[in-house]
């Protein structure tokens, strides 16, 4: 029986454990099932959240949209539709949370979840990092989500000199830019001051997006569409002119060699949809793709210019 036991554990281990580990797309059985065990549990303990005990008014939505944007959008999209820059890369993928299971979920459930994760899978639990009227708040979000009443973020509009000065040939909407930028993880890298903020008199946004940089990583078409690289153009162009990267003082550290004037290319992907490659086709002037580090790469210039870091005093 020992060496049954230990021949099944080697199989398994050989066989299953592969197939199991290896990423692939939730079946539909899959996700039935996944939905079932999940609306069984939460309502299973529904019961000891009670009910709502916040009114889903501007305030309410706009905090629930600060979180969700900060916390959510990664996973499962801006708009709730899984397009952020992981949902779809998990096991199992994000939910839409417009869809019919997430709807029809009670309060309850969704906060249950939200707050404890879904053990085995992706889905964090925010016990710690959130209150729980900060729960509710996400809850009545993603309701708004669901409704298509959600409040829209409070972002400028870039004016028509903004846009010239970026070279931008389409608007593109400013608003969705910002969700963009959460759920695509650019607000992760680039803070609004310091080494990796960024200029708005930036022309070279879409070549950057597309072929990536020494540190930055490339994001293809098939993962972030050309509209809403131009939202993110919109938004960008939006920024204060203080902004490090693309600006006047963005030049490598003693050496003569400037970054590739890249002219303000609309964003196309060059005809790349599969995911970016060093050989990619995407920069137009063919200078622009990552380059091995070192020599007179416009991508030495992190090492040539190391952020200033304060030292503690005693
Ligand atoms: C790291 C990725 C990730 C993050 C971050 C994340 N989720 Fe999820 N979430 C998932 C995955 C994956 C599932 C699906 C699990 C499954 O199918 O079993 C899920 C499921 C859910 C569900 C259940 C939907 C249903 O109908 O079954 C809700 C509700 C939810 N997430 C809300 C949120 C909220 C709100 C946040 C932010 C506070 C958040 N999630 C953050 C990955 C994530
Ligand atoms: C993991 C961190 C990281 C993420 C995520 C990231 N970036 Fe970057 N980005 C960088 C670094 C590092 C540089 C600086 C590279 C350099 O100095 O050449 C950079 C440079 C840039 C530049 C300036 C390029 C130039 O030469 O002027 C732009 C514009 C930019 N990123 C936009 C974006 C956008 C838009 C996103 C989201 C779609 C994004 N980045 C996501 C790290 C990141």
Known sequence: MLVGLAIAAILGLVLVAPIALAHHDASSLETAYGNAVITGL????????????????????????????????QCHGAGGHTQGAFGQTSFPPATDLTSDATSSLSDGQMFYIIKNGLGFTPMPAFSRQYSDTQIWNMVNFVRALQSGTEPLLDVPTPTPDQLTAAKLTSGGDAQKGADAFAAFGCSACHEPSGALSINPVNDNVANVVRNGRQGMPCFSTSL?????????QAYIATFPVEGFLGGPNDQPGGGGSAPPAQSGSPPSGGGTSGPCSTS?????????????????????????????????TP
């Open 224 to 232: 972030l569409a050309d509209v809403v690289l131009i939202d993110i």
């Open 42 to 73: 939460s309502r299973l303990n529904a019961g000891n959240v009670g009910a709502n005990p916040t009114t889903a008014n501007a305030q309410s939505l706009q905090q629930g949209r600060q979180s969700y944007t900060g916390s959510c959008s």
């Open 280 to 312: 990619t086709s995407a920069s137009a002037g063919g200078s622009a793709s990552p380059a091995p580090a070192g020599s007179t790469s416009p991508t030495a210039r992190i090492s040539a210019s190391p952020s200033p870091v304060a030292t503690p």
